[in-house]
């Protein structure tokens, strides 16, 4: 099979990355995509960064191994954190794209010079360097807000019920002045999933996430490696989990239709 016509896979933890695959599927509508969640070792923003590296790397080689992906996009912030750049060292023959915190946006776009900016994430993402990295570079211009939310994306796994949306968010938000917030940043690729709850918090702020622009610049790095799909066709999207899970395909494609 020639190279260009193989595969982009999309790997999370299990269903966050369907954010990320909405806007890439709508960026690359040609292409073929295998999504996978590794939902057998869910959740990710638990474990040490070690545990989240050592998964990426295996589940790379499986989808190389038996997809035979031309591209890896890793839509998982705690994920890109752990795993990307080392990933990019060990895969260097293939285009490895991770997201990241939409801070600058979040900063830049605000309009006002100082904004109050949430920064919603797993406690893993949190304490990574990468997420101190950025901070540190654009808290001159922002009081960031870090606030970590552990469980969030259990419940979104789970189907995203509103009552248990509604009252893990309540118990996150408790001690948040909601209504001084500018902006707020969704740092897991799960809280796109429920994005309408989560601005109903916020009446002045806005929301950002870096779905788009990982689809982008995973356009962009297809574009300089020669690896656009060049047929005209409709690409064809498969979606497997770790677990074995049989109704992980339909739940990720209901969240799919939301995006």
């Known amino acids: 099979m020639a190279k260009n016509k193989r595969p982009i896979s999309v790997i999370d933890s299990g269903l966050g990355g369907i954010s990320v695959l909405g806007h890439l599927l709508e960026e690359l509508p040609s292409e073929d995509f295998v999504y996978f969640g590794d939902t057998a070792n869910a959740p990710y923003g638990s474990k040490t960064t070690e545990e989240v590296l050592t998964l990426t790397l295996d589940n790379i080689k499986m989808l190389e191994d038996e997809y035979y992906a031309k591209a890896v996009v890793i839509a998982c912030n705690t994920a890109t954190g752990a795993a990307a750049e080392k990933c990019r060292e060990i895969y260097s023959h293939m285009p490895i794209i991770g997201i990241e915190p939409a801070i600058k946006p979040a900063v830049t776009l605000s309009g006002k010079e100082a904004p109050r900016v949430l920064v919603m994430a797993t406690p893993l993402t949190l304490s990574q360097e990468k997420f101190v990295h950025l901070a540190e570079k654009y808290n001159p211009n922002a009081d960031l ?25 309540d118990k996150l938000f408790e001690g948040v ?39 982008l610049q995973t356009k962009r790095r297809l574009a300089e490696a020669g690896l656009i799909e060049a047929d005209k066709k409709a690409g ?18 209901k969240y799919l239709r939301k995006i």
């Open 236 to 253: 064809k999207l498969t979606i497997i989990n770790s677990a074995g899970n049989t109704e992980f395909a339909s739940l990720a494609n």
């Open 145 to 169: 807000i870090p606030l970590p939310c552990p469980g969030l994306s259990q419940v979104i796994e789970s189907g995203g019920d509103e009552k248990a949306v509604v009252t893990l968010l």
């Open 177 to 215: 002045e909601c209504h001084n917030i500018d902006a707020v940043v969704l740092g897991c690729t799960h809280y796109p999933l429920i994005k309408e709850y989560i601005a109903k918090y916020f009446p002045k702020a806005v929301i950002y996430d870096g779905g788009l622009g990982t689809a």
